[in-house]
């Protein structure tokens, strides 16, 4: 077996990090097998290199190696590009198309991004991972294939598992090994190694000197927290070898090409508050204030069927009084008082009630006698009420989202399969 040193050499990574050593070393170990893996880490720390290493180290490294970006495929075609498609499957489907899953028998296939996957994907590639087995997009038969998947993603699975985004069962398929690559701002010591690499890398590309960094940059450049990781470093490494005439870079020069020109290392401090302006935000507070509408209404037939069953009203004020300041306020406190002296023949037997409490009282007085319908009516009436309006948030995201139902599901909230079957419902 290679060691780690010269695969460093053989893939051009730089560092000695523990932990970037680590994954190298589980990468290397299960290359010989045909064990599923799933490269985790945030995005532009070098996932890419893993499944290169497992390959050129495998059984299979005499044949093809093909590497999938799953986001950057339309998510109606995905299945075509991976399975491959019969001639006149769909529209524009001139021909028999092979698949990438055909077409790398025998060898191995990186998904990257495999978290943006459609469901639908999701469990053909389940079926791949457990048997080789595939069906052609618009095909009945059965074909087989060998390949050893290893996928990457910058996804939390665990959160995706849970919002239904990411079906749970093909997670632990795939990752039977998994190997996690550090983001850069845990490798301090190998921020300015991999700097140095780039700055190198440059100066023979546009041939012109070396960039050097002092040494408040180089204090500067490791306490950075490079949320970009090593693609930002790079990125950062070609502007100052191409812009900067001085070939030594200062502490001031380096501030001015870092965003935000953040320069702490120390953990931020992030806002959970939501933008007035925010669709979920509105969504809550319109719901809030129908359920709080509806607490009012049950607080006020409660009230107002006391009335009806007891004809000692103060004492029904006095149990009550919580109650009717919750709904009326304080201000009109004066206003509650019933007066005792006046008789009426009215079933309520009170004449001072405040005005909204008087007009709420007439409308179950007249319906006294058959009050469970009454409540059936209103529970009606709330129910419609609330379903018009999540069909009107349905449409309102559907249309901002230009009918992309995967975005207006996230942005309400809910699973795709949630939100096609509302659409089905409702006949959106």
């Known amino acids: 077996m290679e060691s780690i040193q010269s695969i460093k050499q053989r893939f051009e990574i730089i560092g000695q990090d523990p932990k970037l050593n680590r994954a190298l070393e589980k990468a290397m170990q299960v290359a010989a097998t045909d064990i599923s893996v799933l490269v985790t880490g945030e995005s532009g720390v070098g996932k890419e290199s893993i499944p290169k290493i497992i390959h050129s180290l495998s059984h299979r490294k005499h044949a093809k190696y093909i590497a ?157 927290r490079w949320p970009g990781n090593i693609r930002q470093l790079r990125n950062i490494a070609e502007q100052v070898s191409v812009l900067e005439e001085n070939r030594s870079i200062t502490a001031s020069t380096l501030h001015g090409y870092l965003p935000n020109n953040t320069t702490s290392n120390l953990p931020a401090v992030v806002s959970n508050s939501k933008s007035e302006s925010d669709f979920s935000n509105e969504r809550e507070i319109l719901y809030k204030v129908l359920f709080d509408m509806k607490g ?8 107002t069927m006391e009335l009806l069953k007891n004809n000692d009203s103060q004492k029904v004020q ?78 309102k995201s559907l249309e901002r989202n230009r009918g992309k139902r995967k975005a207006a599901a996230t942005e309400l909230g809910i699973s795709e399969r949630t939100l096609y079957r509302k659409i089905k419902q409702y006949d959106l």
């Open 68 to 224: 999938v970006n799953c986001g950057a495929i339309p998510e109606g075609t995905i299945d075509s590009e991976l399975f491959g498609h019969e001639k006149g499957a769909f529209t524009g489907a001139t021909q028999t198309r092979s698949g990438y899953f055909e077409v790398a028998d025998g060898g191995t296939i990186f998904l990257d991004e495999v978290g943006e996957l459609p469901l639908t994907t999701q469990v053909r590639l389940l079926r791949v991972l457990e048997n080789g087995e595939f069906l052609k997009v618009g095909s009945s038969q059965v074909q087989k294939t060998d390949v050893r998947i290893v996928a990457a993603t910058n996804v939390n699975m665990f959160e995706a598992i849970k919002k239904e985004r990411f079906r749970e069962d093909l997670y632990y398929r795939l990752s039977t090994v998994e190997i996690n690559i550090p983001p850069l701002r845990d490798r301090q010591d190998d921020i300015h190694l991999l700097f140095r690499k780039f700055a190198s890398d440059f100066s023979q590309k546009y041939k012109m000197p070396t960039i050097r960094l002092d040494d408040h940059a180089v204090s500067l450049l490791t306490k950075y």
């Open 296 to 303: 009012d209404l049950n607080d006020l037939k409660k009230l």
């Open 318 to 395: 006095e149990e009550n009084e919580n109650l009717i300041r919750k709904i009326y306020g304080n201000e009109d406190d004066e206003d509650v008082d019933i007066d005792h002296d006046t008789q009426d023949d009215s079933p309520l037997n009170v004449l001072h009630l405040p005005e909204p409490m008087k007009e709420e009282a007439a409308i179950i007085q007249d319906s006294y006698e058959d009050k469970y319908h009454f409540a059936e009516e209103i529970q009606e009436e709330e129910t419609l009420s609330l379903q018009e309006k999540e069909i009107e948030l349905i449409k």
